[in-house]
């Protein structure tokens, strides 16, 4: 069975900084992998996707990079605003790609103004 | 609409109690998913749906827990003879299961159990 691990748990640094959330995966044959931001009692958000064939995504301020071999994926949050703020979540599919998703506990991050 | 909806907003019950839980999702999208959250952790797959039939009933925890999706589109998750431990928010998500199979989550249904 899927394990997923986010380390740290809690980050919290000054506004401008860039930043590294780290992922790991115990099964590497993911068919892709999905990050999520989720505000205090709201829904999850969709950030990033990336498809088990590619070795990175970008939107914006944000990079998402995925290492199979190594069950790995980083997110990297550029010049972070304290807007930023948020719980962010990775997470694969069980099995195959409609698969419910397996999560990690998530890192809760805190931009200081 | 133009995202996944999901109502009430808030359940509160009575121990041994029955609820349903509604969720409506994208327009076209073929995959519904049911996940549970608790404080401090991230989702917990719930049960998954491939048109009207369920594909994937492996989360749920007990058969006090049973969804359905009669007609491929809204789906309601029903729990019977509620328990403290349901208390939860309990989210629902949908994909149109085409290629990038992306899901999308709706703003979720906090049940409190009394």
């Known amino acids: ?113 | 609409g133009a995202g996944v909806s999901q109502t009430p907003s808030n359940k509160v019950t009575e121990k041994g109690k029955y609820v349903e839980l509604r969720c409506d999702p994208i327009s076209g999208h073929t995959a519904l998913y049911w996940y549970r959250q608790s404080l401090g952790q991230g989702p917990e797959f719930l049960i998954y749906f491939q048109g009207t039939g369920a594909a994937d009933d492996s989360g749920l925890p007990n058969d006090r827990f049973f969804a359905v999706r009669p007609e491929g589109s809204v789906s309601t998750l029903k729990i019977q003879r509620t328990e403290r431990g349901d208390s939860a928010v309990y989210l629902c998500a949908s994909s149109s299961d085409r290629g990038v199979n992306e899901q999308f989550f709706g703003p979720g249904t906090r049940l409190t159990v009394l």
């Open chain 1, 1 to 113: 069975k899927q394990e997923v691990t986010q380390i740290p748990a809690a980050l919290s640094v000054p506004e401008g900084e860039n930043l590294v959330l780290n992922c790991s995966f115990t099964d590497s044959a993911i068919y892709n992998l999905q990050w999520f931001r989720q505000d205090p009692g709201k829904g999850l958000t969709s950030l990033l996707l990336i498809q088990s064939s590619q070795r990175e995504q970008t939107s914006g301020r944000l990079n998402a990079s995925l290492d199979k071999s190594s069950g790995r994926s980083t997110l990297y949050i550029a010049a972070s605003q304290p807007g930023d703020s948020a719980t962010y979540l990775c997470a694969v599919p069980e099995g195959g790609g409609a698969d419910g998703l397996t999560f990690g506990k998530g890192t809760h991050l805190i931009i200081q103004p």
